[in-house]
Structures are given as C-alpha cells and as structure tokens.
C-alpha cells in the first residue's frame, strides 16, 4: 500500500485516531465510573463525590453482593440459561440451516421452509398470546419458560445459511462420492469450516441471553426466580419517594449506591470475558456469509 | 420502621441457620444432652405447637412472645388454600420460601389457612403493573390480591372482578387492630376502598407522618455562634446566614451551606416544604379555597411571596449554587453527611439517614431538633404525609373466604402491633443469638439482630405484608411510648436481652425517638393536606408533565436570579392558558361529585 504523506491526510489521519480514541473513552468512562463507585464507601458513592478513583477504599461491597441468596440464586439462574440456551440456539440453528443451505433442486420445496421462517421472524403473536402458550405448555417459572420460545434466532440462522452456502460444493461432492451421509458432511465439513460463523453466532446469543430481561420478568411469577437482568433491572431503577410510603428497605437502597455498582460489574464481568476469545472469529466472522460468489 | 442494631450481613455464615433444621423434639432432646435440664417451653396456645412460637423462651436473656387468641372458628378444620400475590424481594433460611417459613407455618396453625403464592413482583412501577395486566388478560385472578396499583383497582372495578366486602368486614373485622386502627382523619384511609359507600377493598396505610419535617440543626454550631434554635423563618434565616458568615462547615473555605435543599421543594429529604407552609401555601398541592373550591396551590400570590424570599437567600448563599442539580438523598450524604450544612428540614428518620454519616464524619457533630419555623403572620404549616398510600388490597369477585383472610389479618395486626404480646420476630430469621466465640448458639448470651430487620413482612395482608403496610399507622410511636413507659420502668439486672438493645440506644436513636413522637403527635394539626386524590384527569394526562416542567422551570429561574420575579405572573397566566384552567375544572368536577 502506498500511504499518501500530504500534511492534510497526516493531519486528518490523526483527527481521526483522536476522534476514535475519544469514542472509545467515552464507551469506557461509565464502565470505569461504575467500577470506581463499586470500590468506594457507602457515604461518598451514594454522596455523588465519586467520579474515576475510587474513595474510602473497601471490598466490602463485594463481600455484601457475594453474599447475598438472591444474588447468588439469581446469578446461577442466568448462567444455567446461557449455557443451556446457547447449545440449544447453536444445534437448531446449525440442524435447520444446513438442508435450507442446499438447492433448490436438492432439496424439493426448500422456499416454502425459507418463506416459513422469514414469516416467523416477521410476524409474532404478540405478548399475551405468547404468554398463553408458554402457561398452557406449563413453562411458568421454569428454565424451559426462557430458552424455548426462542429456541430458533431465526435470523442467525439465515446468516447460518448464507454462511454454508458460500461453502464450495466441491468439497461436499467428493465426500458424497467417497459414501459420505448428510450427517457426516455436516460434522465432518461444514462445521469445520464454518466455525468463525458459529463463534460469532454463539456470541450473539450467549450475550442475548445474558442480557434479556423481559421475558423472565413475564414468565417468573416468582420473583425469587429472576435471572441476573431482570433481578438488577428492579434494584438500579433510581427511586423517587415523594409521593410513596417510606419502606425501612428503600431507605437501605438509597444509600447502598456502592453495593448496587458491585453487582452491576459482577453481573458484567463474566460477559466480557467472553469477548476476547471469540473476538477474533467475531471481526471476520459478522461479513463472512453476507457475501456471496 | 424499625431500628438496626451495627451489623452486618457478611458476619452471617450459613451455618448460622442449622439449628433451625431441627425439629421441635430433636432441638429439644439435643439441648438436654447439652445442658442436662429440660427447656421450658412457653405455653402452647391450644394446639399450637411452641416450636412455631416466635420469640425466645428458652434463653436465660429472652423473652416470651404472647399470642393473641385464637379467632372464633378457628383454625378450619380442613385447612383451606387461598392464592395471593406478594409483593417481594425476600430472602429465606435454607429449606425455606415464601409458600413455607415461619410465618406461613404458624399462620396455618393458627387459621387453617395455606397460602399459595400467585405471583409475585419486586419495587418496580412497571413490573406491578405488568404482572397484574396479565393475570386480568389470562382471567386468573388470585384469591387475594397484595398492594394492587389504583390503575389496575379501577379496572377491576370497571369490570367487576372484585368482592363486595361490606358486609363480612362489618361481621368479623377485629374492632381495635382493624376497624379503630383504620379510623383515623375522618375515614381518610378509606378514600381508595370505600367505593360509593361500599368496602370493595382494604386500605395499604403506611407509618404516621413518616415523611413530616422537622428542623434538624447543628447545636454546637448553634452554641459556636451564639444563638438557639430559630421559631420563626426569619430566625431561621439569620441562623443560616450566621453559620454561613462563620464558616463552620467542613471542607474547603467559603463551602458552608445555610440550608440543604434539593432539586424539588417540596420532598422527602431536606425539603422546602415548611417555607412555603409558613405563608399558607403547598406547591403543587390542591386545597378547598374559601368558596368550597379547590385551588392549585403553585399559581397561588403568596407562592409569588416565598419565591421573592428563597430567591434573596440564594442570592446571600444559603442555599448551594447547584442545589437545583442533587436528589435528596445527595444532599442527605454530601451536605448533611459531609457537615458542610447544618440545618435540613426533614422527617423523624434523618436521624438514621445523613445525621450518622455526620457524626461519624465529625464525632464532635451535635444534632438537635426542633418545631417547624412559623411564617410572619404566626403560620406554621408542612406538606402532609399521607399514610394512605395509592394501593389496596382486594379479593378476587366471587371468593368465599374473605371472613377467614379478615380474621387472618385482624390476628397478625394484633400479634405484630400490639407492644404488650413482645413479638420480635423469630429467631433465625429476624434475630439470632451468639455465644460469646460469636458463633450461632440458641442459647447464646449476645442478641444480634438481622440486617435490615423487617420482622413482619412474611405473611399475607397488610400488617405482614412487604413495604411495611400496617393497620396502625401510630405503630412506631405506639412502641417507643411502651418502651419508654413500661421498659424503662424494669429494673436493669431483669431487662431480658432485647428491652437492653433498644433502651441503651446512642444519642441519635434518642433523637429518632422524641421526633418521632413529637411528628405524629403533631401530624393532623400542621400537616397541609392534598385533597385531590384520585387518578390524574383527562388533561392532567395530556398537558400534566409539561406544566410540571414549566413550573419547575419557572422555581428554580426565579430562586436562582436567572428569571425576574415577575416572571411568575406570565407563569400563572401560561399555567392557566396551557390547559390548567381546564384542569382545574376537571378536578372540581371530582371534587364536588365527592360530597
């Protein structure tokens, strides 16, 4: 590559690195704003004196979240859902884009199916009936209430299949002609080969199911089976007590700002972990498959 | 709300709770092999087995929890099971949940009653709403419905899915803890569930003047400058400016605050609300004027009056540049707990929220308290807190049990309320007693009460339910009157272990306790009451939030010398002109059709 050494491209490369690098500061300032209350004392976090470095140094905050049931019930509530909601997402992606993938002439009827899906993905039955279904199949408070509905993301699937279809069909035409079975070429070639996709949609829902807080929020009628999200979503809403009755335990969140900072990074943390192994896979992976010969 | 002893959560190791697992009989036989002598166990009521009792018998520094008794025709005999929504969070023993813990198990002996949870929610707005919306679209109302949203109240009304309980209440209520508790103000705890004369539903009242203000003030600063706790606004203001003058705060120089304020003047924490009483007047409040009308109190000329003071005193720096920009509880910890300010007017509880943060910032910090200034004309006048809160409690139309849930109710609100029957909860879940190593002991001789201890929100109903609904709003001074009057008076060596706890209080739980007192005592004579109290009307929905914003606007330009005072004569007008005068029609139109 030949670089352009004008003053002007110098100068506007480097109002663009400034520009960026500020982004970037931006999208961490409150991260790192969260962090420092997180380590601070009850008094100064809750004070608003806190801004970047925490005060009054203390884990105590940490040791309270650690040790809070609910905290804890809730935070095995939401890996159980990740870890089973992303293999169940994955496996029915992977199962239903693979014959989609093929011909049309291999695979009689395949547009109907495709039709089926997009319609899926564009129309929905709306909240109540939904929920009917979901009390009807007896999911209420149960893990099956939060992944079933969504078992199939059928958009990751069709990124699924545009990704098998970029796979060239000579590779799949001598495993046939060796004696190979779909099953075996699923296995043994396209997930190979197709594994940045799979990472960056493993990604995808892992983080999806991380996050989602609704629907737990609709199908726990128990509120002690709220998943992470949907647990922190009720205790960082900011209370005004003006026109409400003074609760001794509103009184305790009001002054707990530290404590809440705590578990929004303990809840943050393990999603983030996440992100530098597949964030290699994650760059090339998100445009493989949208691109087709 | 209750008091908390030091503590902290992450003291309690799970094992704290083991010997809860233990049954009666085997707890029984483990602590005659341990301490060769049989336990005496307090009397069982009836059948009620005494290892449901609450309280702590057996200790040698316990006490014993007297139950009342037993409700005619009770317990039922089968045991009857009602559904009913709870509002949560909650957090129980291992084993332990909210269909099965101490509460539900005493509860069934006592009643015959088994509950069984509909569906539950936490604090949220949105959340309490959700879930009641669903359960009227999937037709599966519960039996009994916990602190329903006035919205969702009337919708149910609308459609008549609530029981009319007239009757059964008028039959079975228990005359002292239920009826008499909930007489106060003229029948104002009704004004949601009395519905055209009929009880379609029980009140959701909280705790007696719990928001009301007092002047909290610094006496050595008082003492420092040479003065005493100011009567009158006017002293208040020359108080103020003395301690800004001398500069006692902490911090850098010229930092002190005269008076802490907040973002809004009238609210829950260093609130503005007894200046603008002082003339007679509560912004944002609606008040019957001398024509039986009511009138908005904000476009009011006297508001125009406490404007042209509050905007003089930000001019000398009472007030903090930014007061404009900070929440209440940022004033309770930044100013009141930073001791850069030494007077807030605020309610009984600020001696547990802000003042501790004070003196443990400056041991040397004093507090005292004092009355509400009066206004030039000998006004003295605050924002009245109303125990009546925008929630009931209502039963599912066409439930047969609404007399045992009544009875249920009147039982508990006589166990919780009453001083006399020592309910302090129950051991393992509210207190636990430590031997002297600190480790769990039930026959240990140090008291060690739980974090947050909120003893009575395990069970179905108002007194017990969660967001500590009573039926007795003067339940907080009712104990600290028994306990003044009847613990004090027991000799020292024969006070059991919780008398001790809550008699040896430190400086600012005595304070707590005289301005607690002195606020419900004068709680229905200063208090300037709302008396719009229903759902927001038709344009209040439409043009509501824009009116607030430019009345809000409007304060805080003309305190901080941004807008001239003038200003809120051209307010008035636009207040009028931008559908207040439509609403003021509308609120009328209720008003009139109430009497």
Redesign the interface.
């Known amino acids: 590559m030949i670089r352009d050494s004008s003053w002007f491209s110098r100068f506007f490369d480097g109002f663009n690195y400034v520009l960026l690098t500020v982004f970037a500061l931006l999208c961490l300032a409150p991260m790192v704003h969260i962090f420092a209350v997180s380590l601070s004392g009850r008094?100064?976090a809750?004070?608003?004196?806190v801004s970047f470095w925490p005060i009054d140094f203390t884990l105590?905050n940490y040791?309270?979240v650690m040790?809070?049931?609910?905290f804890s019930r809730s935070f095995i509530i939401s890996v159980a859902r990740v870890l089973s909601g992303t293999s169940l997402n994955m496996f029915l992606i992977i199962l239903t884009a693979y014959p989609l993938s093929k011909t049309p002439r291999a695979f009689k009827g395949r547009a109907i199916f495709v039709w089926f899906f997009v319609f899926a993905m564009l129309f929905n039955g709306g909240l109540?009936p939904t929920?009917?279904v979901v009390?009807n199949l007896g999911l209420l408070n149960t893990l099956g209430s939060l992944i079933l509905p969504n078992a199939l993301p059928i958009f990751s699937m069709i990124l699924m299949m545009n990704f098998f279809r970029s796979v060239p069909k000579e590779l799949e035409e001598s495993a046939f002609i060796d004696g190979a079975s779909h099953w075996r070429v699923l296995w043994h070639i396209y997930i190979p080969l197709s594994l940045p996709a799979i990472a960056t949609l493993t990604l995808l829902s892992a983080v999806n199911h991380w996050n989602a807080w609704f629907d737990a929020?609709?199908y726990m009628?128990?509120?002690?089976n709220?998943p992470m999200q949907t647990?922190l979503?009720?205790?960082v809403?900011?209370?005004d007590?003006?026109?409400?009755?003074?609760?001794?335990?509103?009184?305790?969140r009001?002054?707990d700002r530290a404590i809440r900072g705590a578990q929004i990074i303990v809840a943050t943390v393990p999603i983030l972990v996440v992100y530098p192994f597949l964030q290699r896979y994650f760059i090339s992976g998100i445009v493989l498959g949208a691109v087709k010969e | 709300m209750n008091r908390k002893l030091p503590f902290k959560t992450s003291d309690l190791k799970p094992s704290r709770r083991d010997f809860l697992r233990l049954s009666g009989a085997s707890m029984a036989a483990m602590m005659m092999a341990r301490y060769g002598v049989p336990p005496v166990f307090a009397q069982g009521m009836g059948d009620i087995p005494a290892e449901l009792h609450p309280g702590s018998p057996n200790n040698p520094r316990g006490w014993t929890t007297a139950l009342p008794p037993i409700p005619e025709g009770m317990p039922v005999d089968p045991p009857v099971t009602i559904t009913g929504s709870r509002r949560g969070p909650w957090e129980f023993a291992d084993g332990d949940d909210i269909e099965n813990s101490n509460f539900t198990r005493l509860n069934a002996a006592v009643t015959g009653i088994i509950w069984k949870l509909a569906f539950s929610w936490t604090d949220n707005e949105e959340e309490v709403l959700q879930k009641y919306n669903l359960a009227i679209a999937s037709n599966e109302l519960p039996d009994f419905m916990e602190t329903v949203p006035l919205q969702i109240y009337g919708e149910l009304l609308d459609n008549d899915l609530v029981e009319d309980i007239t009757e059964v209440w008028d039959a079975v209520a228990d005359p002292v803890w239920l009826k008499e508790a909930w007489s106060f103000g003229g029948g104002a705890a009704w004004q949601h569930a009395d519905v055209n004369g009929r009880k379609m539903s029980l009140p959701h009242t909280e705790q007696a003047a719990q928001n009301d203000k007092l002047l909290w003030i610094r006496q050595d600063w008082l003492d420092a400058v040479g003065m005493s706790i100011p009567t009158t606004i006017d002293e208040l203001y020359q108080v103020a400016k003395a301690f800004v003058d001398a500069d006692l705060g902490a911090g850098a120089e010229g930092s002190t605050i005269g008076i802490a304020a907040a973002n809004n003047p009238v609210t829950w924490y260093s609130s503005l609300d007894p200046i603008f009483g002082a003339w007679g007047v509560m912004p944002g409040y609606w008040t019957p004027n001398e024509g039986g009308d009511l009138q908005y109190n904000s476009v009011l000329p006297e508001i125009k009056e406490v404007l042209a003071l509050l905007r003089q005193w930000y001019a000398e720096g009472i007030f903090a540049q930014d007061y404009f920009t900070l929440r209440p509880p940022q004033t309770a910890f930044g100013q009141i707990g930073a001791n850069t300010c030494g007077i807030t007017m605020s309610p009984a509880f600020a001696a547990l929220f802000g003042l501790p943060d004070s003196v443990t910032n400056d041991p040397s910090a004093r507090w005292t308290w004092g009355d509400i200034p009066a206004g030039p004309t000998g006004i003295k006048k605050k924002a009245w807190s109303n125990p009546v809160v925008d929630s009931v409690f209502c039963f599912r139309k066409g439930f047969e049990h609404v007399d045992l849930v009544l009875k249920q109710i009147g039982w508990w609100a006589e166990l919780l309320q009453n001083p006399e029957n020592r309910y302090h909860g129950f051991e393992g879940t509210d207190y636990y007693w430590r031997d002297d190593d600190g480790e769990v002991d039930p026959m240990g001789a140090n008291l060690d009460l739980a974090s947050g201890y909120d003893g009575n929100k395990h069970i179905w109903g108002p007194p017990g339910t969660n967001g500590s609904a009573l039926t007795e709003p003067r339940f907080e001074t009712n104990w600290i009157k028994h306990r003044r009057e009847v613990w004090a008076n027991v000799p020292e060596d024969e006070r059991d272990a919780y008398m001790e706890a809550f008699l040896g209080g430190d400086e600012l739980s005595v304070l707590w306790d005289d301005a607690n007192v002195f606020a419900v005592e004068r709680w229905e004579l200063d208090g300037i009451r709302n008396h719009f109290t229903t759902f927001p009307t038709r344009t209040m929905e439409r043009a509501g939030a824009s009116l607030a914003d430019l009345e809000a606007e409007t304060f805080v330009n003309i305190i901080t010398g941004q807008a001239s005072l003038d200003d809120f004569d051209s307010f008035a007008s636009d207040w009028a002109a931008g559908g207040g005068d439509r609403i003021t029609d509308e609120v009328n139109e209720w008003w009139h059709g109430q009497m």
């Not at chain 1, 040790?67 to 609910?70: A, F, I, L, V």
Request: proline letters at 4%; aromatic letters at 12%.
């Open positions: 008094a100064p809750t004070a608003g004196f105590e040791e309270e040790g809070s049931r609910t109540i929920f009917f009390r929020l609709i009628t128990d509120v002690a709220y647990y979503r009720t205790i809403v900011e209370l007590l003006t026109n409400v009755g003074i609760d001794p335990r509103d009184l305790q009001l002054s």
